[in-house]
């Protein structure tokens, strides 16, 4: 009996494929695999049929983005696990049933995931994430992002957030939460979904021997890519509106003023024009949509099981000043990388 199904969301994924899906073949646990496209122009879904007969396809006519695409995916979609996976993501051995093992003996475990490993860098053994922890700013950081993995990060854990490029999720828990936000067309989508669980009372759990492989920015663009930084920043501020209490939200709101100026004369200084030109995007695609955020904003606070303070004491959620200096530091990761 197959109870867990794979969703790869695929837009123009063709080179990726192969590998992929050739790691959901080392799972000792029976998967239903689909392959949802996002309107792909380079013979994507032609050379998975004649491929793979038994990879179901489901053609979604355009690109609907990330967040858009996993929700009509999963209408689709039956068996009560869901794995979302990037089609630029591998999975190893096991990571299925290691990841169910973990959800029948932790009732509210609603979202799973594990180590995620840059795939192509290095050794093979740098971490991209070992979950995430909220922060003040309206986004995440991933633990342990271009560290190497020592070890460090072998003890299971509860985490803030999972990244969507490989993450195992109750699907009755997904519709319950609204799925995705279809706002958020790319970015932080995964980290809206995984706030929004923890606030209807659900956990968010890291198991350190499911272990995934990702080719980080191939599917999406590098981290100073223009669609990244408008996304990011609309994304993020969204994310401050709709899952922060009052006074957290007073306090986070001058903290990104700042960090917006900071990051606006970072970009004049580097002569980045077309990074400046896509936060003031971002800033301003966020006021547009402000109303149906604060409606959002208004239905997720009336449901809340959890305070701000609870998910600090937890080492979930961080200030934003924390927030900046790992901006930094993963600024400073990427010019060592690239000289």
């Not at 899906?21 to 309107?39: H, I, M």
């Not at 009732?107 to 971490?127: C, E, H, N, W």
């Not at 985490?159 to 609204?178: D, T, Y």
């Not at 200084?269 to 936060?279: K, S």
């Amino acid at each position: 009996m197959c109870d867990v199904t794979v969703v790869i969301l695929n837009l123009n994924g063709r080179p990726f494929l192969d590998d992929c899906l050739a790691s959901l073949q080392q799972s000792a646990v029976p998967v239903e695999v689909v392959v949802a496209d996002n309107g792909s122009t380079d013979n994507s879904v032609a050379y998975l049929r004649e491929h793979y007969p038994r990879v179901r396809v489901v053609e979604l006519g355009k690109n609907w983005g990330f967040a858009d695409g996993y929700n009509r995916a999963l209408a689709a979609v039956d068996n009560p696990w869901v794995v979302m996976l990037n089609n630029d993501a591998t999975l190893a051995p096991n990571w299925v049933e290691r990841l169910l093992a973990v959800a029948a003996r932790e009732p509210r475990a609603a979202i799973l995931g594990g180590k995620l490993l840059f795939s192509g860098r290095g050794d093979g053994t740098v971490m991209q994430s070992a979950g995430a922890k909220f922060t003040d700013s309206g986004a995440a950081f991933e633990i342990g992002m271009g560290i190497p993995d020592r070890g460090q990060y072998d003890r299971p854990a509860l985490v803030a957030s999972i990244p969507g490029a490989a993450l195992l999720i109750k699907r009755k828990v997904f519709l319950e939460l609204g799925g995705f936000d279809a706002a958020y067309f790319a970015y932080l989508e995964d980290v809206d979904l995984c706030w929004r669980a923890w606030l209807a009372g659900y956990e968010v759990h890291f198991t350190p021997e499911a272990v995934a492989f990702h080719r980080y920015g191939q599917s999406g663009g590098g981290r100073t890519s223009p669609f990244r930084i408008k996304w990011m920043e609309r994304n993020r501020l969204a994310n401050m509106f709709k899952h922060l209490e009052p006074a957290s939200l007073a306090q986070a709101l001058v903290i990104s003023a700042l960090y917006d100026a900071y990051r606006m004369l970072e970009f004049i200084a580097q002569g980045h024009l077309a990074g400046l030109c896509a936060l003031v995007t971002g800033n301003l695609a966020f006021w547009k949509d402000l109303r149906l955020i604060l409606t959002e904003r208004a239905r997720i606070q009336r449901g809340r099981r959890i305070s701000d303070r609870q998910l600090r004491e937890m080492g979930l959620l961080v200030p934003a000043l924390t927030a900046f200096r790992e901006y930094r530091r993963l600024n400073q990761l990427e010019l060592s990388r690239e000289s």
